[in-house]
T-cell receptor
């Protein structure tokens, strides 16, 4: 079993829909990251969380440390949001462990 | 402010050869991490450097090595290349190592024939 699990693996949506991507982890962590990777490989760091909730534009990330779970929400989705979203945790052993990613496609 | 740069962007090598990849972090960033991304294994952590010291290493064989220079630039080296080393190698920099946002470079795509 992977230490970081994401669901769903693939997600399709119509423009304007509300999207949720989930991340569960089984190790103790000091921080959790949400990353976005567009076709071609470039990775952008969206959020780094150690507790609570963060918001940036149409993106919201939450984390529940007790339940070892985080969610990434996209409100009013747009085709330019189409990308792979990756959850990564920094373990207490100070290593970055990645989920396998969620491939999101938003259609006009 | 210039972003993280990686050179070369693309590389083709044959089995048994060695390769050196370079990463220049954002100015003022002292931490550099390296990652390997393959279709089968996804993203995996290789190493992390801070102020010329390797702080952390992932579960890769000793053929994978790296270093960081006094100007924070970093190199990674893979010796005796294998077909399975074909991957996108990404580096990321941050100001420090503790709970900092990382900024990723565009990656070096290595193909081993």
């Amino acid at each position: 079993k992977n230490e970081v699990e994401q669901s769903p693996q693939n997600l399709t949506a119509q423009e304007g829909e509300f999207i949720t991507i989930n991340c569960s982890y089984s190790v103790g962590i000091s921080a959790l990251h949400w990353l976005q990777q567009h076709p071609g490989g470039g990775i952008v760091s969206l959020f780094m969380l150690s507790s609570g909730k963060k918001k940036h534009g149409r993106l919201i990330a939450t984390i529940n440390i007790q339940e070892k779970h985080s969610s990434l929400h996209i409100t009013a989705s747009h085709p330019r949001d189409s990308a792979v979203y990756i959850c990564a945790v920094r373990s207490l052993g100070d290593k970055l462990i990645f989920g396998t990613g969620t491939r999101l496609q938003v259609f006009p | 402010k210039a972003g993280v740069t990686q050179t070369p962007r693309y590389l083709i090598k044959t089995r048994g050869q060695q390769v050196t990849l370079s990463c220049s972090p954002i100015s003022g960033h002292r931490s550099v991490s390296w990652y390997q991304q393959t279709p089968g294994q996804g993203l995996q952590f290789l190493f992390e450097y801070f102020s010329e010291t390797q702080r952390n290493k992932g579960n890769f064989p000793g053929r994978f090595s790296g270093r960081q220079f006094s100007n924070s630039r970093s190199e990674m080296n893979v010796s005796t290349l294998e077909l399975g080393d074909s991957a996108l190698y990404l580096c990321a920099s941050s100001k420090s190592v503790f709970q900092e946002t990382q900024y990723f470079g565009p990656g070096t795509r290595l193909l081993v024939l």
